[in-house]
C-alpha cells in the first residue's frame, strides 16, 4: 500500500492519521511543535464532529481524560444578558493540552510515524500528500486585523456550561474544562496602535471595567503558563475545491469561533478524507481523482453551515448591535437555538 504524509498534527491531521492507520493504511505525519502544548481554543466541542469521535472510538478516550460536558449556554453584552438556556446538544469541554497529546499518543499506538518538532517544507501538492497546517496567515481582512487570545484560570464559577461575552472590542468564551480550570479564550479586532503583550493581555481577556465578564473573572487565578495567541487570523469562508492541494481542516477554511464548530470542522473532515485516501492508497484511485473527491465531499458538509457562520459573526461583532442581540435572544430562544443547529 502507498504511504499518505500528513503536513500538521493539529486536530485535523492526528484525526486523519489515526483513521488511515485504523485501515491499515500507512501514514507519516510531519508537525512543527510539539506535544503537549496550549493551543488557542475555546476547547468547546460541539456538532457532528462528535459523532465522528465516536465512530473512530476516540470519544471515550476524551471522557476518561475527563472532558468536562456543557449542557447550557448564556450570553452577555455590555447592559444584557440572558439566563442560562439549555444547549439543543451536549458539547464537550477539553483542553487542547489533553487533547492533541492524547490524539498523538493514539496516533502512535496505532504505529503511525510522528515527526513532532519537524516542520515540512517540501511543498504540499503533491501526490499522497494532505495539508493539515491549520488558519491560513490573512495579516488584515477588511481592515481589521483579528487575533485569538486563551488562557486557564482557577477562582471563577461559571453560570452555565457556556458562556459567550461580547464585547465592542470582540467576544470571550469561558467554558470548565478538564482539571477544574475554566478556559477563558476570545477573538478581538485590534486597531491601529494597539498592542497586545505579557504586560496587558489579562485586560484583553478581562473585559471592559464594568462589564459581566470582568466581574466574572475579578477573582480569576490565571495559569501564566497557558497564555497563547493567535495573529492574523482570516475569517472569511473559502471552498475546498478551489485549493491546488488536499487539505482538511482549517486549512481549507476557518469557520468564525462564535460558532464553536472549528474542531468539529476538523474531525469530520478528516473522516471525509479517510475513504478517498485509502483507496488511493490501495491503488484503486489515482491522485486527480482522490483530491477533488475529498474537497467535493467537504464542501458539500461544510457550505451551508460557512454561510450562516458569516452571518452570525457579522451580527456578534457590530457592536451597536450587541445589547439588542442579546436582549432578543433572552426573550426568544428560537432564535439562538436556530442560530446553533445552523451552524454544525
Ligand atoms: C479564538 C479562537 C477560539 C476558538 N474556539 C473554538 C471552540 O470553542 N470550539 C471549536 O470547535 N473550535 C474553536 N476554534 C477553532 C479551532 O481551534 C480550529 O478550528 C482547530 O484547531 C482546527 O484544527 P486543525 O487541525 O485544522 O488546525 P490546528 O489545530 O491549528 O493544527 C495545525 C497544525 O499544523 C502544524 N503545522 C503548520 N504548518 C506546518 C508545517 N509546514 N510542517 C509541520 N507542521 C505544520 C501547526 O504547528 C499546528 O499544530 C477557535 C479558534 C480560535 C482562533
Redo the contacts with the bound molecule.
Keep these: 500500500m502507498k504511504s499518505i504524509t500528513i503536513?500538521?498534527?493539529?486536530?485535523?491531521?492526528?484525526t486523519l492519521g489515526i483513521g488511515l492507520r485504523q485501515h491499515g493504511v500507512p501514514a507519516a505525519l510531519?508537525?512543527?511543535?510539539h506535544y503537549p502544548r496550549h493551543?488557542?481554543?475555546?476547547?468547546?466541542?460541539?456538532?457532528r464532529?462528535q459523532e465522528t469521535l465516536a465512530r473512530l472510538g476516540l470519544r471515550e478516550l476524551l471522557e476518561r481524560a475527563g472532558a468536562v460536558g456543557a449542557d447550557t449556554a448564556a450570553f452577555f453584552s455590555a447592559t444584557q444578558s440572558t439566563r442560562p438556556v439549555p444547549l439543543p446538544s451536549r458539547a464537550i469541554c477539553l483542553s487542547?493540552f489533553t487533547l492533541?497529546q492524547l490524539l498523538a499518543n493514539e496516533f502512535q499506538k496505532l504505529s503511525g510515524e510522528l515527526w513532532a518538532g519537524?516542520?515540512?517544507?517540501d511543498g504540499?501538492a503533491g501526490e499522497g500528500i494532505v495539508r493539515?497546517?491549520?488558519?491560513r496567515l490573512q495579516p488584515e481582512e477588511g481592515g481589521a486585523r483579528w487575533f485569538?487570545?486563551?488562557a486557564h484560570a482557577s477562582n471563577v464559577s461559571l453560570t452555565a456550561g457556556l458562556e459567550m461575552h461580547v464585547s465592542p472590542r470582540g467576544y470571550v468564551?469561558l467554558?470548565r474544562v478538564n482539571g477544574g480550570q475554566v478556559n477563558v479564550?476570545?477573538?478581538f479586532r485590534r486597531r491601529a496602535g494597539e498592542s497586545v503583550g505579557t504586560q496587558n493581555r489579562r485586560e484583553w481577556l478581562c473585559g471592559p471595567i464594568g462589564s459581566p465578564l470582568h466581574q466574572r473573572l475579578a477573582s480569576a487565578e490565571f495559569d501564566e503558563d497557558s497564555f497563547c495567541a493567535?495573529a492574523g487570523?482570516s475569517l472569511q469562508p473559502q471552498q475546498a475545491a478551489v485549493r491546488n492541494e488536499c487539505c482538511?481542516?482549517?486549512?481549507i477554511t476557518?469557520?468564525p469561533?462564535v460558532t464553536?464548530?472549528?474542531?468539529?470542522?476538523?474531525f469530520e473532515s478528516a473522516e471525509l478524507a479517510i475513504e478517498p485516501l485509502a483507496a488511493w492508497s490501495r491503488g484503486e484511485i489515482s491522485w486527480a481523482e482522490t483530491r477533488p473527491q475529498i474537497a467535493r465531499r467537504c464542501d458539500a458538509a461544510f457550505a451551508r453551515r460557512l454561510a450562516w457562520a458569516k452571518w452570525l459573526q457579522r451580527f456578534v461583532l457590530t457592536p451597536a448591535l450587541q445589547n439588542t442581540l442579546v436582549r432578543f435572544a433572552a426573550k426568544n430562544d428560537w432564535f439562538w437555538r436556530m442560530a446553533f443547529e445552523r451552524t454544525r
Design positions: 503536513v500538521g498534527g493539529g486536530l485535523a491531521g492526528l510531519w508537525e512543527a511543535g493551543r488557542v481554543c475555546g476547547e468547546f466541542i460541539s456538532g464532529g487542547r492533541d519537524k516542520r515540512w517544507n504540499d493539515a497546517t491549520g488558519r485569538g487570545l486563551k468564551g467554558c479564550c476570545g477573538l493567535v487570523l482538511v481542516g482549517d486549512a476557518m469557520i469561533p464553536g464548530n472549528g474542531m468539529s470542522m476538523a
